[in-house]
């Protein structure tokens, strides 16, 4: 009976079952080859299905199809099937070992060369032993490195050649290059990937609408994927790539296109249209007329601030092309219809050296504004808060003592934020918050108009891709009469005879440095010194004792930098050494050298803005350059700056060198990560993904 009961509870059972998976996006531990440890592994590059890994795109492809000795050329990399006629193994240091390998095909003979630290626990030839021996078939890849014999190839991947019949993904084709991290294996990696676009590629579905598709005559995206992980040939993978940045683009694009439109479908409660009480007292009052490219912008900004949606417009345009006079046009216009005004800059200086353009060209105008920085003396705060939010106040200049709480404007009518990309997003939110118009039905939700300026020139297809919630203008001509500035590269006597000469006509002098003071982990790199500040300061008080000399840098309280900046400005200091508190707004027009020490410390659109102190006014201006023994890139790029002055072809140039994120600086965390598009090759294709939007939004594409 018991037993009985045994059975029947047994065959009652139900039997065991397994979770079921979308193959696609079933854990990749499941894919063979793969297991838990390894999935583990690959988790921390975020691939936890067949699809993320179908998706984790090769960073490279190395070219490992079969060459000849005969063809080898220095520098390059190339893969050869040849033959092993010598091996040694041998230390060539404390910690480091050297296998050396003569090999042969039908065309000639050149070393195979590998190099390994030593470790006294293993033997970490182990393997490479194995590999090498006499009369074995190997194909080798890697560079091709000059020798004491003459040429040889350093390896950076070996293994037998295929026999007949076989297969291998690692050898003679083109061959991904993955990145990886620890515990992941190149080779291991590169097997489960083919394992798992052949057996799942076909079932990615393509997300791009099939109208845009076949209109720009690119592949499916499975095609793509296969082709980008494991092309046949350099086509494949080129129209691959083409393929998956257009939809990295297009997505982009596709976002930013949507955010516009409904920007535009925002009210901001008031339209500014000119009446010119103000606005053409101002233009007679300068002492130029405006260049084409400013007269364009204006126009551009006019008809935004004249519709019923708020403007969103970025102003960019090169070292002294006239931004600020540009922004003072759409200031007054805003005080034409009776709104205040907000002119944020990044530092004080910058807002003083506003301050001062205003005193000069609002002399005569029926404009009350006014200064505010942490510096501001509390009677003269609470005076400029009281004028502004009761309205008696037009315009207030200042540093991020605007974003204080207790500022408040009575009718913002419009932002004018100076060097954009140094305000965080949190910041120019809490700044657009500002006005308490009871004038319009709701305070809270009234939205100014925004002008952003910045004084790093980017090329305009990039600008509307890293700004792509703004509208982009860009003054691309410089006033006329500007004098231009030489930029050459000497030594620093020569240097020094310069400046003497300059202070001697009368003129003033810049010299900047990277550094404060010295510091031991600062002001020496790989070897060489690092000029200081201070010791330079020091140095010229010596050599230049009859001349004014002043020490600026971003430590001094701010009522000393003013005074500074203040006797420069009035000409009672010579020569002003610096670190790069300089670089953006100041204007001194009798400023007409520029030194820079150790230049190959800062970028290339760093530079433009500190050779853009000097020139300003109709004397001739030199940029110098003290440049110690520097690596061959740094030079390369000081080449480029001396050959140009042009901000947007350097800036072109910087972009190819170090790309967006890196010359936006840190702050900048709106560039967008791309895993196969790039910004500066793709500009063809950036354009045709955002028209490509654009028609889809507004329903000229249909979606299928």
Request: aromatic share 8%; hydrophobic share 40%.
């Amino acid at each position: 009976m018991a037993r009985d009961s045994v059975i029947s509870t047994q065959s009652s059972r139900k039997p065991t079952t397994y979770p079921q998976f979308d193959s696609l996006h079933m854990p990749v531990q499941f894919v063979q080859g793969v297991g838990p440890h390894r999935a583990q592994i690959l988790s921390k590059v975020n691939i936890s299905t067949p699809k993320d890994l179908l998706l984790y795109f090769p960073r490279d492809h190395q070219d490992r199809r079969a060459n000849f000795i005969r063809n080898c050329i220095l520098g390059k990399k190339i893969a050869i099937q040849a033959r092993v006629e010598v091996v040694q193994f041998r230390q060539i240091g404390k910690a480091l070992g050297q296998a050396r390998a003569i090999v042969k095909d039908e065309t000639g003979v050149i070393d195979a060369i590998w190099f390994k630290h030593i470790t006294y626990k293993y033997d970490v030839f182990s393997g490479l032993k194995k590999l090498l021996q006499q009369g074995a078939h190997l194909l080798i890849y890697g560079q091709v490195v000059k020798t004491k014999q003459g040429i040889g190839i350093r390896v950076e991947f070996c293994e037998p050649v295929s026999q007949p019949g076989e297969h291998s993904i690692h050898t003679n084709k083109i061959v991904p290059i993955y990145s990886l991290t620890e515990g992941l294996q190149e080779k291991w990696l590169r097997e489960v990937a083919f394992r798992i676009v052949h057996r799942y590629g076909e079932q990615v579905k393509d997300p791009l609408p099939e109208p845009i598709r076949s209109s720009l005559n690119l592949p499916i995206f499975s095609k793509a994927v296969k082709n980008y992980h494991f092309p046949q040939n350099w086509i494949e993978r080129d129209q691959a790539r083409e393929r998956l940045a257009f939809d990295e683009f297009f997505f982009l694009e596709l976002a930013l296109e949507l955010s516009r439109q409904n920007r535009r479908k925002e009210t901001k409660g008031f339209q500014s249209y000119p009446t010119r009480k103000i606005l053409t007292p101002f233009k007679k009052h300068l002492d130029y007329e405006f260049t084409q490219a400013q007269t364009r912008t204006i126009n551009e900004i006019f008809r935004d601030m004249a519709r019923p949606s708020p403007m969103n417009r970025l102003l960019q345009g090169d070292v002294g092309s006239g931004k600020t006079v540009v922004a003072l046009s759409a200031a007054l216009l805003a005080i034409e219809n009776s709104k205040q005004v907000a002119l944020l800059a990044p530092t004080e200086i910058l807002a003083e050296q506003h301050a001062l353009t205003m005193g000069h060209f609002f002399q005569d105008l029926p404009v009350k504004w006014a200064l505010l920085t942490r510096s501001t003396p509390a009677s003269e705060r609470k005076k400029i808060l009281q004028q502004l939010q009761s309205g008696r106040l037009d315009l207030l200049v200042g540093t991020h003592a605007i974003l204080n709480e207790k500022v408040l404007f009575h009718q913002m009518g419009l932002v004018i934020i100076d060097e954009q990309h140094r305000f965080g997003v949190r910041q120019r939110a809490r700044l657009l918050s500002k006005s308490k118009d009871e004038g319009v039905e709701n305070a809270l939700s009234a939205k100014p108009d925004v002008l952003i300026m910045t004084a790093t020139p980017i090329p305009r297809t990039l600008a509307l891709t890293l700004y792509g919630d703004l509208d982009v203008s860009v003054i691309d001509e410089l006033p006329k009469g500007r004098a231009a500035i030489k930029t050459i590269q000497v030594t620093e006597t020569e240097a020094m005879n310069q400046i003497f000469e300059t202070v001697e006509q009368g003129q003033q002098v810049y010299v900047v440095l990277p550094l404060i003071e010295e510091s031991e982990a600062l002001s020496k790199k790989n070897g060489k010194e690092i000029r200081t500040a201070k010791k330079e300061f020091e140095k010229l008080q010596t050599r230049f004792q009859s001349y004014s000399i002043g020490l600026l840098h971003g430590q001094l309280p701010a009522d000393q930098k003013r005074k500074i900046m203040h006797q420069f400005r009035e000409g009672k200091i010579s020569i002003l050494v610096s670190t790069t508190v300089i670089e953006v707004g100041i204007d001194v027009p009798n400023s007409t050298l520029l030194v820079i020490q150790n230049p190959e410390r800062f970028g290339l659109a760093q530079l433009h803005q500190l050779r853009g102190r000097v020139g300003r006014g109709r004397l001739p201006s030199k940029c110098l350059l003290i440049v110690d023994s520097i690596e061959e890139l740094s030079q390369a790029r000081l080449d480029i700056f001396c050959s140009f002055l042009d901000g947007f072809r350097l800036a072109e140039e910087d972009l190819k060198l170090r790309g967006p994120g890196e010359i936006l600086g840190e702050a900048q965390h709106g560039v967008p990560f791309f895993k196969v598009g790039n910004l500066i090759k793709d500009r063809l294709l950036i354009s045709q993904a955002r028209e490509m939007a654009r028609r889809l939004v507004e329903g000229e594409m249909p979606m299928t």
